[in-house]
């Protein structure tokens, strides 16, 4: 029992740890819209965020990614840079909470 806790606890961390270099990359990417005009892929990929931060439990952020998906086509740059920065916020606030409830289960 012990040995599969440990091995459930591993697939977590990893899962986890690709959801957060795909986020990282993610909000850097849509920082560099802010003054680009590429709405097909800001669209894109806040659609996958979405999916991916709702797999994992994170409501809030892949609620501000439908946000983002839902108004690529018509978002300004003001606008899209408000969401990527409540976006940012929502992440590393799910970020703590998820590694304080990893410490605690380990």
Known sequence: VAHDRQ???VVVQETFAVFARETESRLALFRQFTEG???QL???EAHALKGSAGTLGASKVSDIARSIEQRAVGISADELRDAVERLDAAYR?????FEA???RVA
């Open 7 to 9: 091995v459930v606890l």
């Open 37 to 39: 005009n590429d709405r």
């Open 42 to 44: 800001i669209e894109i």
């Open 93 to 97: 606030k799910m970020r703590r909470e």
């Open 101 to 103: 409830d990893l410490v």
